[in-house]
């Protein structure tokens, strides 16, 4: 981390000077951005308990100077989607059971997006919505729900969720930008996140427009002991179960064994 | 010092895990109970998903019993004959355990099942206890003791046809009755990740009229192999069984049962039985407030 922070005004540097000259403007007068992370890929081993990632990068303007008018960075890392079946508890009875459910079938693992503004004062609403920037204006694929009142409440509901789990984040003003030129953004990772590859976006935003997006995958994964064991409890049932048995049996033996001899 | 669990997902702090499975075998050798009632609810409190809480605490509960055995073997106090007869019952009763818990889960009703059997069981069994102890310490305060009841099986278990001799428990009846114990427990096990011992030793003494001294031995016996039974089930369905967390639990676990046991020997067995009564009332209490009151959560996610 430290070290990353060290690095940062050199390797931005070093994206400037090779952007210039391999980037061209997709349009001209267009900015293009140059993003990156601090990490490619997260190794997630015995040790992990979430990792703070920090996203940088730089603005390229054609003429090489920034504008006088102000733009803005919002970046979003979105974790893989899962299907899932979202239940709420109701009191039936006297005791509160699961009574209603609502199917989402792209809920994101993970989303979290930092800006440099409070995002309605960027853009608006469908805009955001195009491009899924805040939590808001997640695109869910709900399904078996009965009204768009039943609808928001579980929307609600979910992000409230996954919000004190700390696996949907949302931070205004927590872009720093430097000159018009360079930008940066930190954002942390649990270690309940889901594993698997993960995009890291950034979007350049102008006058209530989106004038430029770069994106960079990012790959989290279990590594060395712990990719092993969930390796073999999910494809080798039967050996992870005898493994498992012969360990509590031994354990269990060789604690009478030696409490004997105490 | 924290540590990842691959298959739970989250990372835990070592000390906490230790101390839960310390004290719960501490529990566990004062009183001869596997204390996965205990195990289970606390893991799925401190944020353990609840299916891999029942699944490494059955692992866990294996290793606990495994010392124990020892111990009543040695001085004959196993009756294998009715053993095996409840661990066929526990089989057959994992396996409708296991269908049952995917049904549940598919239903989205998993948690209140779980959440209804603990406030019944231990409900139930802990007033038992508590008249039971009650009882027996104000019998020894007054000098007048306690009439001991005449020993016979239930009368319903009359009514089952076959019968068997079980010389060891001195017992002449149908070995349905064990068996169809068998399957509650190993049902039971499946569910809520419990040896179930709590349940065991009473229907055993109550129900089947079986003789004191094989009662805990017998008990032990099932519970080792029910819980073996139930591990093997959870690896081949669910997939939920931690082999790291279950490590942790079993490292305080059976340091925690020796100390248990030991001290257990210093007590008089009425207090203790009062100690286990209030807790298991203690429990039930707790689960009884969760079910009732609004839980902090009112949404959950289930994973398709």
Redesign the interface.
Known sequence: MSLARFLWPVICGLIVAIAMTTHAPAAPGDPVLVPDVSSRSID???????EELLLFGAIIYPDGRAPDARADIVVVIRGPT????????Q?VA?????AD?V?FGSAPGYYAVAASRPIPDMIDERTAAIYEIGLQNLSLSPAEFSDSAQLRH?EG??V??KQRQLLYVERTNAVEISHGALYRARLMIP??V?VGRYTAETFLISHGDVIAVASRDIDIR?TG???F??YA??NF??F??????A???G??????WI?RKV | MDLYLPVANMSVNIFMIVALGGMVGLLSGMFGVGGGFLTTPLLIFYGIPPTVAAASAATQVTGASVSGIFAHWQRGGVDTRMGLVLIAGGVVGSLLGAMLFEWLQTRGQIDTVINLMYLVLLGSIGWLMLRESLNSLRALKSGIAVQARKRRHHPLVTLLPMRWRFYKSGLYMSPLAPFILGVATGIMTMLLGVGGGFIMVPAMLYILGMDAQMVVGTSLFQILFTTIASTMVHSLTTRAVDIVLALLLLVGGVVGAQVGARFAMKVNPTKMRLGLAVIVLLVAFRTAIGLAWQPDEIFSIQWL
């Not at chain 1, 006297?94 to 699961?98: A, D, K, P, S, T």
């Not at chain 1, 992870?240 to 048995?245: K, M, Q, V």
């Open positions: 997630i081993k015995y040790s992990f308990t979430g899962q299907s899932i079946r979202l239940r709420e508890k009191r006297g005791i509160w059971v699961n459910s199917r579980f509901g979910l409230d969720l270690a309940q889901p279990k002991f712990d990719r064991v969930a409890a999910e049932g039967l992870y179960g005898l493994l498992a048995i360990m509590s049996v354990l269990g033996w060789f604690a009478g409490f």
